[in-house]
């Protein structure tokens, strides 16, 4: 199936801890993007990837760093993991970084922080 | 003031009614718009893009933008409870950022 995954679907770790989450799209695309998606429905862009190239570094705590080791794979690296870092985080991909593009998403990965 | 506004709802609307769905935005040199649907639990998911002035219609859904009022819309006629869900107004605005509403959340009252 052509598709942008991640993994895990549902992650619950401790304060503290460092977790990852994995993007990987398989539709040639070569833009991708990290988005958070808080309790109240906001969805908030976060990092954005061209060609392995980081383009959009939002105002995100520096705990949170993304890789890309290649334009189908986007990964998202959280270190000291906080409550206010529960959230659902989405990975998304679009054709190019033209300005007519829809965003293709992935599944989401749920973030809870004990 | 928020970069992309929608009034959060819920908006209640009877089966086979018309849906009426607003967004305003900020930046002026906004070229790109796009509604997109969120089941609960789900991802969101294109329903409709528009980037001209004017009406855009697919099916039971019609995008409307206007540009010089920094407004753009989404009706849905005769509403269905499948249509229940949260919508969500996303804008293209400066280098390829899309900046997304807060949503609106939409009942549809069999």
């Known amino acids: 199936d052509t598709a942008v995954s991640q993994t895990p679907k549902y992650l619950v770790t401790q304060m503290g801890n460092d977790k990852s989450i994995k993007c990987e799209q398989n539709l040639g695309h070569d833009t991708m993007y990290w988005y958070k998606q808080d309790s109240k429905k906001f969805l908030k862009i976060m990092f954005s990837?061209?060609?392995?190239?980081?383009?959009i570094n939002e105002t995100v705590p520096n705990r949170f760093s993304p890789k890309s080791p290649d334009k189908a794979h986007l990964n998202l690296h959280i270190n000291s993991l906080e409550l206010g870092d529960s959230a659902v985080y989405f990975c998304a991909s679009t054709p190019s970084r033209s300005s007519y593009n829809e965003q293709f998403f992935g599944p989401g990965t749920r973030l809870t922080v004990l | 003031q928020k970069e992309v506004e929608q009034n959060s709802g819920p908006l209640s609307v009877p089966e086979g009614a018309i849906a009426s769905l607003n967004c305003t935005y900020s930046d002026r040199v906004s070229q790109s718009f796009f509604w997109y649907r969120q089941y609960s639990g789900k991802s969101p998911e294109l329903i409709m893009s528009i980037y001209s002035n004017g009406d855009k219609e697919d099916g039971r859904f019609t995008a409307q933008l206007n540009k010089a009022s920094q407004y753009v819309s989404l009706l849905i006629r005769d509403s269905q409870p499948s249509d229940s869900a949260t919508y969500l107004c996303a804008v293209i605005s400066g280098t390829y950022k899309y900046i997304f509403g807060t949503g609106t959340r939409l009942k549809v009252l069999a």
């Open positions: 990837y061209n060609n392995k190239e980081l383009i």
